[in-house]
């Protein structure tokens, strides 16, 4: 679990990220989805509704609005096997050139940590930013698979990337 759980350490309404040294592993990325206001409003409905995870291949449930304090679980499934994710969202931005939202891992979880999708202006292009913090989870059996995970990890955020920018309106 990330050490304090009232406050987002990929801190999704900064523009700039300082991650602090917790001994997770850092990691972000941007890449732009589209330009204009079609592809933004498109963006940030599909981002709070957890599309994001669903076009990825994950499940969402409930898969309602993104809205802090919410424990949904989101399912994985890779290899036709279903992995359970539990986590909690620890804080949502929504402003008029930044919509995004942070979730930290909760027990039962595969690893440990944070992830944050976000959604942003730059002039009129339409940004999607993801930042996550990660390290081994705290159960034995997920400990020991952790190499493997670090791959499925770089297969989802790649996923990510491509869920939103390949549908988004152009």
Do not use: C, N
Not at 46 to 72: C, H, M, N, Y
Not at 99 to 112: C, E, Q
Not at 140 to 161: N, S, T
């Amino acid at each position: 679990m990330v050490p304090d759980p009232g406050m987002s350490l990929t801190r999704p309404a900064d523009r700039q990220w300082r991650a602090p040294s917790t001994g997770f592993r850092r990691w972000e990325k941007s890449a732009e989805l589209g330009r204009g206001d079609d592809v933004w409003r498109w963006a940030v409905r599909e981002l709070l509704q957890w599309g994001i995870k669903t076009r990825s291949g994950f499940t969402v449930t409930p898969g309602e609005r993104v809205a802090a304090g919410d424990r949904p679980i989101i399912m994985a499934h890779p290899f036709g096997l279903s992995v359970r994710e539990p986590v909690e969202v620890v804080e949502v931005v929504e402003t008029s050139d930044r919509v995004g939202f942070a979730y930290r891992t909760l027990p039962g979880h595969p690893i440990s940590g944070e992830e944050a999708f976000i959604v942003h202006r730059e002039g009129d292009a339409v940004v999607l930013t993801v930042r996550s913090l990660t390290r081994a989870g705290s159960q034995r059996g997920w400990r020991a698979a952790y190499p493997a995970l670090l791959v499925a990890q770089q297969v989802a955020r790649r996923r990510y990337f491509r869920a939103l920018r390949l549908r988004a309106p152009r």
